[in-house]
């Protein structure tokens, strides 16, 4: 689409420069799933997103700026459809993190566990579609942190229609891909249908529905992030069991990559770095994934790593439903109204004691302290601009960002020398299958 290939400003450049760097020396990111996060950490993830999405110092936003780039054709010829998809795919989302740590400085993406869903009867009924967590699920997107969120190019309010169609990976995916040894069985165009990490990616793209169906356009849901960081751990614990069979998973790129865009030595579309780059070790430093929520057994019963997780009859940790949530928050109610009941029965009782009595004033003190909802909202920050909001108060930290490679650059027509390049004996194959 040709809206998508707007000329970049030199602010843009610059910013988008700035966040192509390695964490710094001693920086550790822990990345947990979606679920464990506290309240407090969620909150500041969704709070970043709402900052990025309603700063117009960049052209469009900071956060469609970014999105953007997954949209252009120049990126896009290395980022999906072969083996550059998982390195490409790792290298953008540490961009997307510089970029969140930016508004708020100890914020790393959390992952999807789709399996967490895909063990329930109902997924589609998962808390993640609550406006706790993602907001709405079916249509368009109107509770939740991301509501009223307008997608650029005139692709209308951010909406989803979760489990119409696709569907998300299972315990049985991942255990046939970590069964593989090669990149090149894990990914386009080698590997069988049942252990292709991209394919299986797509079809939660289109399980999700509404923008993330399109690949042009599927970055413009903060969803996406969460799914490519689950899929970041994946071929993380893939590239382990790699080497625990003797296989570099830095030299690891398959001998039929398919497309021309995922050749070795071909541009990767983010500044100056080559397809072959992606597999680095070096993208990795810094950054470390939690293992994936698992239930454990107490003496009493079996919990999982959040109250937002349970274990099921199988003893695996599924999400909990939406249904479960307004069945806590209605306990907790019960609970509180309960507690507070009894709070002024004692009150009462010790004011009789000490010669007080109940007329009407007293008991009108009484009432009033056993309300239960508090009016006080928090505080709503708008942009003007956007017309988006968030929570919280904004406040974008400015920090040193020292830049790992060259300026940013979305237009990159020349192949660069890599810092892994192919052994002098390597055969490049006769006939690419797509040559584009």
């Known amino acids: 689409?040709?809206?998508?290939?707007?000329?970049?400003?030199?602010?843009?450049?610059?910013?988008l420069s700035s966040l192509l760097r390695l964490p710094e020396t001693g920086e550790l990111r822990i990345r947990k799933e979606y679920r464990v996060l506290t309240d407090e950490e969620r909150r500041d993830f969704h709070q970043a997103l709402n900052i990025l999405k309603n700063d117009t110092s960049v052209s469009l936003n900071k956060y469609d700026l970014l999105a953007n780039i997954h949209s252009r054709s120049s990126a896009n010829k290395a980022a999906h459809a072969g083996p550059g998809f998982l390195g490409w795919h790792r290298v953008f989302l540490l961009m997307v993190e510089n970029a969140l740590r930016q508004a708020c400085p100890n914020v790393t993406i959390p992952y999807w566990d789709v399996t967490l869903d895909q063990r329930m009867d109902k997924p589609y009924q998962s808390v993640i579609w609550s406006g706790d967590f993602l907001g709405t699920g079916h249509g368009p997107v109107f509770d939740g942190p991301?509501?009223?969120?307008?997608?650029?190019f005139d692709f209308g309010h951010l909406e989803r229609l979760v489990s119409a169609q696709g569907r998300l990976l299972s315990d049985?995916?991942?255990?046939?891909?970590?069964?593989q040894k090669r990149l090149g069985e894990i990914s386009y165009f080698s590997a069988s249908s049942n252990t292709n990490l991209e394919a299986l990616h797509n079809r939660v793209h289109v399980w999700v529905g509404g923008q993330m169906r399109k690949i042009e356009i599927g970055a413009f849901d903060p969803i996406f992030y969460l799914l490519h960081s689950f899929v970041d751990k994946i071929w993380e614990d893939f590239r382990l069991h790699q080497r625990t069979?003797?296989?570099?998973?830095?030299?690891?790129?398959?001998?039929?990559?398919?497309?021309?865009?995922?050749?070795?030595?071909?541009?990767?579309?983010?500044?100056?770095?080559?397809v072959l780059d992606g597999l680095s070790d070096v993208w990795g430093h810094g950054v470390q994934y939690r293992p994936r929520p698992t239930c454990k057994a107490t003496t009493t019963n079996s919990i999982c790593d959040s109250p937002y997780l349970k274990c099921n009859s199988k003893y695996f940790c599924v999400s909990i439903s939406k249904t479960d949530t307004?069945?806590?928050?209605?306990?907790?109610?019960?609970?509180?109204?309960?507690?507070?009941?009894?709070s002024n029965r004692i009150t009462m009782n010790?004011?009789?004691?000490?010669?007080?009595?109940?007329?009407?004033?007293?008991?009108?003190?009484?009432?009033?302290?056993?309300?239960?909802?508090?009016?006080?909202?928090?505080?709503?920050?708008?942009?003007?601009?956007?017309?988006?909001?968030?929570?919280?108060?904004?406040?974008i930290t400015a920090r040193d960002?020292?830049?790992?490679?060259?300026?940013?650059?979305?237009?990159?027509?020349?192949?660069?020398?890599?810092?892994?390049?192919?052994?002098?004996?390597?055969?490049?194959?006769?006939?690419?299958?797509?040559?584009?």
């Open 146 to 152: 991301f509501k009223h969120w307008e997608t650029p």
């Open 1 to 15: 689409m040709e809206a998508f290939e707007f000329p970049l400003t030199k602010q843009d450049v610059e910013w």
């Open 350 to 395: 010790q004011e009789n004691l000490s010669g007080g009595n109940n007329s009407s004033t007293s008991g009108t003190r009484i009432f009033n302290n056993s309300r239960i909802i508090d009016e006080h909202e928090p505080e709503t920050v708008k942009d003007v601009n956007s017309g988006n909001t968030s929570q919280g108060t904004i406040n």
């Open 245 to 274: 069979e003797g296989v570099d998973p830095q030299k690891d790129f398959p001998e039929f990559y398919g497309r021309a865009g995922h050749a070795p030595l071909a541009p990767m579309g983010l500044g100056s770095l080559g």
């Open 326 to 342: 307004m069945v806590s928050i209605s306990t907790s109610i019960q609970e509180k109204v309960e507690s507070e009941n009894m």
């Open 401 to 436: 960002y020292h830049r790992y490679i060259l300026q940013f650059n979305m237009y990159t027509d020349k192949f660069h020398s890599l810092s892994h390049p192919l052994p002098h004996n390597y055969q490049y194959p006769s006939l690419e299958i797509f040559d584009l």
């Open 172 to 179: 049985a995916d991942i255990k046939r891909i970590m069964s």
